[in-house]
């Protein structure tokens, strides 16, 4: 016959624990022991917190734009940093003397990481409609600082809000003056360059003073007088010539007077063959060839050639007709008409040279006009830009005052930090049920370790199961007086040993660390 394995049934458990009783107790005290010192002996940390509001500009933006755009919670990040930097760190740990002597044992850089791990920024956002930023933007943000001493953790609180506050008016007002320094240095900038430019423009006119567009019409109208003042000039000139002709004429007629017994000295043949000439030409206007006249203008004409050409001393040269006053009354005409002639030839050439300088100056007044126009073009883009620039300068101007007034977006305490009352951690009561729960599974451990290392059998199943025969007779164990003595005596003992301990432990306490009431009380706050 075949026995199955035993299973342990409740009165096998029971006996077990009646059985090893002590791996049960010993470490469930031990472990119990433990987490309660932890708990109580575990430093307090308290917690002091400071909220600051985020207040939007208190002047509407279509009034003054502010030059500070950048989203709030950047710039709690930014400020952030700029206050957790080495230097304000080691000042606050020096001013409120936060780690005691460890502040000359512990080097200054774990010093600094540890103010860090202190405190702590946390943001609140909330959703506004018409932000870029998904939706959310900072409302308030909360500082917080942890310390073992509330007092210090609400000084050192206090101290952050305060370098907060005081960082963001410095970020803006920061900010602002930049921009207003870097404006106000692209605006002389801009000046500069259009008094450049307007000194290049000034050089240019002066360059090119005769040919400037705007006197274009100027030199056209002066260019169409001289134009006229020549042709006059040619006018009177022919008009002069003509007048030295008839009195080189009547001059030559003088001459030729010898048929009607007048001494005069002969006159140049020449002359009385234009004189002939012109005064043939004269009357063929009036009258026709038949005419009287006519005819003998033409005889006289060609027997004045003829001599001419059959030469003489006579046809040399013109002669001074002596003792005739009318004679020499015509030359010094011919010689004054001879002389306004020259003059007038002289102011002709003049007007040429005029004419000729005028139609240059017109012909290179449009590439003039083109220079003009090319610095004219640079000059309004460099004005336009100053003025640009000018009005954002005083847009940049009225928005650093509204910095410095305090009327743009700032940083408002909206709760001040408070002395804390009660440490945020530990939670000693969590520690100590959780000791609790870890002594239990100790113990029980223990007990299951123990049956498993032990190769005894006990019960009438496991003896079945090991001999594989049923028993006759179940017979318990039985103490004897000795033994029942002995376990009574054992049990005395080890609660006397363990009141005594008590007892000496409660008066070692009060004598040397606490009185007993105030321990009492000290050990309670903590638990509750």
């Known amino acids: 016959m075949e026995y199955s394995e035993a299973e342990l049934t409740l009165r096998d458990y029971f006996a077990i624990l009646k059985r090893r009783y002590l791996f049960l107790i010993i470490p469930f005290v031990l472990v119990l022991t433990v987490s309660v010192g932890v708990a109580l002996l575990m430093a307090p940390v308290y917690q002091s917190t400071g909220t600051i509001m985020v207040e939007s500009q208190q002047i509407p933006d279509n009034f003054v734009q502010s030059t500070v755009t950048s989203y709030a919670d950047e710039r709690i990040g930014v400020i952030t940093q700029r206050v957790m930097i080495r230097e304000n760190l080691l000042r606050i740990i020096d001013k409120f003397n936060l780690f005691g002597d460890d502040r000359r044992s512990i080097p200054a850089s774990d010093l600094v990481d540890r103010m860090r791990n202190m405190v702590s920024v946390e943001i609140i956002s909330a959703d506004v409609q018409g932000q870029k930023n998904n939706g959310k933007t900072a409302i308030a943000f909360r500082i917080s600082v942890e310390h073992s001493k509330p007092n210090l953790a609400f000084s050192v609180a206090n101290e952050f809000v305060t370098l907060f506050l005081d960082e963001n008016v410095r970020n803006r007002i920061s900010r602002a003056s930049e921009t207003t320094d870097f404006l106000n240095n692209e605006t002389t900038k801009l000046k500069n360059q259009l008094e450049d430019i307007e000194n290049q423009v000034a050089d240019y006119k002066q360059k090119n003073s005769s040919a400037l567009p705007e006197h274009l019409d100027l030199r056209i109208n002066q260019r169409e007088r001289a134009v006229r003042a020549a042709e006059d000039i040619d006018l009177s000139i022919k008009t002069l010539e003509s007048q030295k002709s008839l009195l080189e004429i009547d001059l030559s007629s003088r001459t030729y007077s010898s048929d009607n017994g007048q001494n005069e000295i002969s006159a140049n043949p020449e002359q009385e063959l234009a004189k002939l000439e012109a005064q043939l030409a004269e009357k063929s206007t009036i009258y026709g060839d038949a005419h009287p006249d006519i005819v003998s203008l033409k005889r006289k004409i060609s027997q004045l050639k003829e001599k001419i050409a059959a030469g ?11 003792g005739d006053p009318v004679a020499a009354k015509i030359q010094s005409r011919i010689a004054s008409i001879d002389d306004t002639i020259k003059s007038q030839l002289a102011l002709k050439k003049e007007l040429e040279q005029n004419i000729a300088d005028l139609e240059k100056t017109i012909i290179q007044t449009p590439q003039v006009e083109r220079g003009l126009r090319a610095l004219n073009r640079n000059y309004e883009n460099a004005l336009a830009q100053y003025e640009s620039i000018k009005a ?10 509204l910095e410095e007034e305090k009327k743009a977006e700032r940083f408002l305490v909206l709760e001040p930090p408070v002395l804390a009352e009660k440490p945020i951690r530990p939670n000693r009561q969590k520690i100590i049920m959780l000791g609790f729960l870890l002594a239990v599974a100790a113990g029980v451990g223990a007990i299951f370790l123990i049956e498993m290392i032990d190769g005894s059998v006990y019960g009438m199943a496991r003896l079945t199961e090991a001999v594989q025969q049923q028993p006759l007779a179940n ?33 070692l306490v009060h004598f040397l660390y606490l009185p007993l009431d105030i321990f009492f009380f000290k050990v309670w706050s903590r638990i509750s």
């Open 475 to 507: 017979i318990p164990y039985i103490d004897t007086w000795e033994e029942t003595a002995q376990n009574k005596n054992r049990i005395k003992i080890i609660a006397g040993f363990s009141v005594a301990s008590i007892v000496c432990a409660l008066v």
């Open 312 to 322: 003489g001393d006579d046809a040399d040269g013109s002669q001074e007709i002596v």
């Open 392 to 401: 954002k300068l005083m847009d940049a101007q009225l928005s650093e005052s």
